[in-house]
């Protein structure tokens, strides 16, 4: 099958989504909205991606700016296991 679009921003291919161009595994808080209002359907509702980490990528220093730490605490929060 060939693709009649491709594109890397996530925020175009829900826009092509959207215009009824196709199909794509887009992330809950993208299209959320549209599925609990039936603009969008969940094709495949039991399937799911594999979990996959997050790293964080910053220049080794001996202090790392509280900006930097701020956010990977809020990363290290948000992707904790519940």
């Not at 956010?71 to 290290?76: N, P, S």
Request: glycine share 6%; proline share 7%; aromatic share 4%.
């Amino acid at each position: 099958m060939k693709a009649a679009a491709r594109c890397d921003a996530p925020s175009a291919v829900r826009e092509l989504v959207r215009a009824g161009l196709g199909v794509s595994v887009l992330m809950d808080h993208m299209v959320g909205r549209e599925v609990a209002q039936n603009s969008l359907v969940r094709l495949l509702p039991g399937w799911t991606l594999p979990q996959v980490g997050v790293h964080a990528v910053y220049p080794a220093t001996r202090h790392v700016p509280a900006k930097v730490r701020a956010l990977i605490d809020f990363l290290r929060q948000q992707h904790e296991p519940a």
